[in-house]
């Protein structure tokens, strides 16, 4: 199965994160976990399913920590063209009959999100334009608006914290680079060594 595009991790990112802020807000016990984090729906110790995104309450489904002994209490999966059957048909029968509380299956490809209440057997559907009511809780609506100001700001924190990733690898691997050249020459100290790169500029113009 090919990895998630950018879209779909964007879009998990968002929606665990609005969960996580209303969670802390009212001080929640549950706890929201994003794939790969292993669900094992029945008895068995081996077989697992990865929801993208799990909300868990029941503190005793974690204690074992391998993933959730049981069904979570509401479960996101967003679609990806190789998993369209699987999340609509398949997970939809398997969460129903583990007692999952509430399943959305959020399709990027047709900007809509499907939302069953499985305690009561409903189901609703909504657009990406709209403010998208959860079952499990009574007060909290997520505006899955992917022009929101919500959803850019969170785009650009990942963005940002992605970028930064890469610029502190790129500095160890500089350090690296600079220890295993000149710390193996006897003689030179830390201050010689910045007098060096400050008048060389970097290692290629020392060898010269």
């Known amino acids: 199965m090919a990895p998630p595009n950018i879209r779909h991790q964007r879009i998990s990112s968002y929606l665990s994160t609005e969960i996580n802020l209303y969670i802390r807000s009212k001080n929640g016990s549950c706890e929201v976990f994003c794939a790969p984090f292993a669900v094992f729906l029945d008895e068995s110790k081996f077989n697992y399913v990865e929801p993208d995104i799990s909300v868990i309450c029941d503190k005793t489904k974690l204690e074992n920590g391998r993933g959730c002994m049981g069904s979570p209490d509401w479960i ?88 930064f990733a890469i610029e502190y690898h790129r500095l160890l691997r500089s350090k690296k680079q600079v220890h295993s050249i000149l710390d193996d020459i006897k003689g030179i100290g830390d201050k010689r060594k910045r007098v060096l790169m400050k008048y060389y500029q970097s290692i290629e113009e020392i060898k010269k």
């Open 76 to 163: 996101i999966e967003i679609v990806s063209p190789s998993s369209k059957y699987m999340d609509y048909f398949t997970k939809l029968v398997k969460y129903r009959n583990a007692g999952v509380r509430e399943y959305w299956i959020v399709d990027p490809m047709k900007n809509l999100i499907t939302t069953y209440n499985l305690e009561n057997e409903t189901v609703d559907q909504y657009t990406f334009l709209d403010k998208v009511k959860v079952s499990i809780y009574n007060d909290l609506e997520i505006d899955i608006n992917t022009n929101s100001e919500a959803f850019k700001l969170i785009t650009r924190i990942q963005d940002e914290t992605h970028r």
